[in-house]
């Protein structure tokens, strides 16, 4: 009966994979991925991620693929965009989004880089205090090492 039980389980875990429908990724449309572009830039400004310069660029990309769009609508009667034209503009919106993400990772480099070189600064700092207070450089400490050494 065990093993009965166990297969039954198994079977149904291996098909609520291939039914469950939350794995896979929404899909986005031009106008939603601009919107969430435009978020990703203010609320990364806010957070000091992105200069007032670096997003003030990207706001004006993203206008340009708007005004991109706009464009393409009105040369055609329909308004639909063609399979041409939203892979076009989809190209523009991944190359912001790209952008985004680099600029907001370089800042976080550049902030733990910054933090390295201040903690070094203030180790190399603490060392030439202490020898101004035995008096020795670290030229006379390090002769004393080898004098020892003989």
Same mark, same amino acid.
């Given at each position: 009966?065990?093993?009965?039980?166990?297969?039954?389980?198994?079977? &149904? #875990?291996?098909?609520? @994979?291939?039914?469950? !429908?939350?794995?896979?990724?929404?899909?986005?449309?031009? /106008? =939603?991925? +601009?919107? !969430?572009?435009? +978020?990703?830039?203010?609320?990364?400004? $806010? #957070? #000091? +991620?992105?200069?007032?310069?670096?997003? %003030?660029? &990207? %706001?004006? %990309? @993203?206008?340009?693929?708007?005004?991109?769009?706009?464009?393409?609508?009105?040369?055609?009667?329909?308004?639909?965009?063609?399979?041409?034209? $939203?892979?076009? &503009? /989809?190209? #523009?919106?991944?190359?912001?989004?790209?952008?985004?993400? %680099? &600029? !907001? @990772?370089?800042?976080?480099? =550049?902030?733990?880089?910054?933090?390295?070189?201040?903690?070094?600064?203030?180790?190399?700092?603490?060392? $030439?205090? =202490?020898?101004?207070?035995?008096?020795?450089?670290?030229?006379? $400490?390090?002769?004393?090492?080898?004098?020892?050494?003989?």
């Amino acid at each position: 009966m065990t093993k009965s039980f166990f297969g039954a389980m198994l079977a &149904l #875990s291996i098909l609520s @994979l291939f039914t469950c !429908q939350d794995v896979f990724a929404k899909e986005w449309t031009i /106008e =939603e991925r +601009q919107e !969430q572009l435009m +978020q990703d830039v203010n609320s990364a400004q $806010k #957070s #000091s +991620q992105l200069t007032v310069k670096e997003a %003030r660029g &990207l %706001r004006s %990309r @993203l206008a340009a693929v708007a005004k991109k769009k706009a464009k393409m609508k009105t040369k055609i009667k329909n308004e639909q965009l063609t399979a041409e034209d $939203k892979t076009e &503009l /989809e190209t #523009s919106l991944n190359e912001i989004s790209v952008d985004i993400k %680099r &600029l !907001q @990772l370089e800042k976080r480099t =550049e902030t733990k880089t910054d933090d390295a070189k201040s903690k070094s600064e203030e180790s190399k700092s603490e060392t $030439k205090k =202490e020898d101004k207070k035995d008096g020795t450089g670290v030229k006379d $400490k390090i002769k004393n090492l080898f004098r020892k050494g003989d």
